[in-house]
RNA sequence: GCUGGCGUAGCUCAAUGGCAGAGCAGCUGAUUUGUAAUCAGCAGGUUGCGGGUUCGAUUCCCAUCGCCAGCUCCA
């Protein structure tokens, strides 16, 4: 190719289908827009919608025409900032009045014509001190901010399309036209570069796709996810409730909602008795002055609830279980040959969480910790958070996550104020986090200022049936607690020595990780979880004494039965109970009761046929088996 | 906590300043049913709670509680 060339003319010359379905090209790995001129050469790489950057880019032009748009509806507005995040974008405006609903319709018109007009879109370059002119002129403040951040010598790029100028580093795609399906989605505030202390903007999210189709899809996608959502199934399959009366963000468990719970619990307990923890039990309130040893009433206070005075003393409600666990590792002299001491409890714990962050199960203001807390010689650490990994990692798998991302949660060493202890311990614990993830050899993303304030850790996001992230499995290492309560172990030559402590959770809570159950299954629990695993439908009355000793049965060899005797037609209950998402169903009618058989129904997949009664609970008592540790 | 939206029967939703309604669920009765909704009748409400404007408020205003979408924060 000459130098100067389009990147667009290089395109064509590789195919004009291939051509016309580039979003942007990758040239030596830097992403550069199709209307850009070749100035270098190196490995070149067309990228179409189906490549994630490309898609980025795409959308990111989508969230141009929406400014456009919107900078033509409202004049007076002052534009923020506008990316491309996973499945959309969105911009932030500054606009005197907020945008109501409605409005969002207007706005998609505009685009519309925007893309009709399928203005070309030309960079431009400004030097840094021009282009701050240029926004205070325009009383583009925010804009203006954002190139005041940047170097002196920069050199700043816009993006112009028809009147439209913004600020952005760009590529874009060669003209508004080429962005075919897009809808705006939802309103939300936003703060001004994520600080609550700044002004609030108005955020317009919305997303782009290349063909109509896909869009579709993502839009069944969002219905598909709203009729999962937990607190709809969690009313229609009667298995939690929360109430105005009781308060925000405390959870009632309902007899089918806490079974799974129960269930859920019966799994951890055994696996825990399994692989070396003390089942422990421990108070739900305690003295101050512990929470001040453990330094939570300095660290943690504006997530603790208020002070209970009883006899003079003044109490707190547990946010977390470790200083419990530490007083009971604390009853004994302890050796080295004691350790690791593995404690673990289904700890309830109560947390201030500020009204607007309470959501359903999945975050609320009492809760129960699957907590554990491991005592160990420094030299066992990095065993013992591998044997972490494993158990969260079999944990996962039992429920049919599939695969999970890991992020390294470290301290921000630039911010001393929010972490107790010395840099050589934080560094000692961070070295044993990142050994431990290498043995396992898990990749990991680095969030940096994450950590908790005694200790680093590693948060393990479980990705569930629809490819979504929740919030499973935390692993923190602390050599600060065992200092502060001055824990101690007997060494082999008579020394005392510190301990150092495991945190962890392998689901996380009850309430977040049976929410996330409730979603990742669509409320079709497998048979071992399920509420209710089998109902017996008789065809009429007169089936009723058989269908309950079929029931009787069933519930004798320790299967969760229920018969249904209701006057209603066979139809009518099968409906019923597939919409209870009832794994089994067992049809009882003249032939059956005459045989010892019962028809068998299995969610989902309908009638499997006649089967004799013994080969039916012999099948899904097979099915129905908690998964064990192996 | 912040911004915006919302709160009407158990659930889903109507009624825009003038007698609060429907479907499903519930109850009663009829029907005795063979693989995703049998029919009929009955009952169900201080319109989240408190104040205000008005002859009159589900509707307009203020405050409060709760919910929803985000932001911030997190198991």
Not at 183 to 201: H, I, N, Q, V
Not at 588 to 610: K, W
């Amino acid at each position: 190719m000459p130098k100067g060339a389009k990147v667009m003319e290089a395109a064509e010359k590789l195919g004009r289908k291939l051509a016309k379905r580039a979003i942007c090209a990758r040239i030596d790995g830097e992403l550069v827009g199709l209307a850009q001129s070749l100035d270098k050469g190196g490995e070149f790489e067309l990228l179409d919608f189906e490549a994630e950057p490309a898609r980025a880019i795409y959308r990111h032009t989508a969230a141009h025409i929406m400014a456009q748009a919107v900078t033509r509806l409202y004049p007076a507005v002052k534009l923020a900032i506008g990316p491309a995040i996973e499945d959309g974008f969105y911009y932030d405006f500054d606009v005197p009045k907020p945008f109501s609903p409605e409005d969002l319709g207007q706005i998609e018109k505009e685009m519309a014509k925007i893309i009709q007009a399928n203005y070309p879109i030309e960079s431009a370059i400004m030097d840094r001190d021009h282009a701050i002119a240029h926004f205070q002129r325009e009383k583009e403040t925010y804009k203006a901010e954002l190139v005041e951040d940047l170097p002196p010598d920069a050199k700043v790029t816009f993006f112009r399309q028809g009147e439209f100028m913004d600020l952005c580093a760009g590529p874009h795609l060669v003209s508004t036209g080429r962005v075919k399906a897009f809808k705006l989605l939802s309103l939300a505030g936003a703060y001004w570069r994520g600080d609550e202390r700044r002004p609030m903007l108005q955020r317009i999210y919305g997303t782009a796709f290349d063909k109509k189709s896909d869009l579709d899809a993502y839009l069944q996608r969002l219905e598909e996810q709203k009729r999962r959502d937990h607190r709809r199934l969690g009313r229609e399959l009667d298995l939690f409730s929360t109430h105005e009366e009781g308060g925000a963000g405390l959870v009632y468990w309902h007899p089918k909602g806490a079974m799974v719970r129960q269930l859920v619990e019966e799994f951890w307990r055994n696996v825990h008795n399994q692989n070396g923890y003390g089942l422990v039990y421990s108070p739900h309130i305690a003295k101050v002055d512990l929470w001040k040893t453990s330094g939570h009433w300095q660290w943690y206070k504006d997530d603790m609830y208020s002070p209970i005075k009883i006899d003079e003393a003044e109490y707190l409600l547990k946010p977390m279980n470790c200083p419990f666990h530490i007083l009971i590792y604390q009853t004994q002299t302890r050796s080295y040959r004691d350790l690791p001491l593995r404690y673990a409890e289904l700890g309830t714990v109560y947390r201030y969480e500020r009204s607007g962050a309470l959501h359903g199960l999945l975050r609320v203001r009492g809760f129960t910790q699957d907590d554990a807390h491991i005592f160990c010689r420094p030299e066992q650490l990095e065993d013992e958070l591998v044997r972490v990994l494993e158990l969260a990692d079999f944990m996962a798998k039992s429920f049919d996550y599939e695969s999970y991302d890991v992020i390294l949660s470290v301290r921000d060493v630039e911010d001393t104020e929010h972490y107790i202890g010395d840099d050589e311990v934080w560094e000692q614990a961070e070295g044993a986090l990142v050994n431990a993830l290498k043995r396992k050899e898990l990749d990991y993303e680095l969030g940096i200022g994450e950590a908790q304030f005694y200790g680093p850790k590693i948060d393990i996001i479980l990705r569930d049936a629809l490819g979504r992230g929740w919030q499973g499995p935390t692993i923190q290492v602390d050599f600060n607690l065992p200092e502060r309560f001055g824990l101690g172990f007997v060494g082999p030559d008579g020394s005392v020595q510190r301990p150092v402590m495991i945190h962890r959770t392998v689901l996380g809570s009850m309430e977040r990780f049976v929410g996330g159950l409730i979603e990742h299954y669509g409320g079709a629990f497998p048979p071992w979880l399920a509420p209710v695993q089998v109902v017996v439908l008789p065809i009429a009355d007169r089936h009723h004494e058989y269908a309950e000793k079929v029931g009787d049965e069933l519930r004798q060899a320790g299967l969760r039965a229920e018969v249904d005797v209701r006057n209603e037609k066979i139809g009518f209950k099968i409906r019923w109970h597939e919409m209870q998402k009832v794994p089994f169903m067992l049809i009882v009618g003249d032939r059956e009761a005459e045989t010892e058989a019962v028809s068998l129904r299995a969610r989902g997949e309908g009638d499997q046929g006649s089967v004799p009664l013994g080969k039916a609970m012999e099948d899904i008592s097979a099915a129905a088996k908690m998964p064990r540790f192996s």
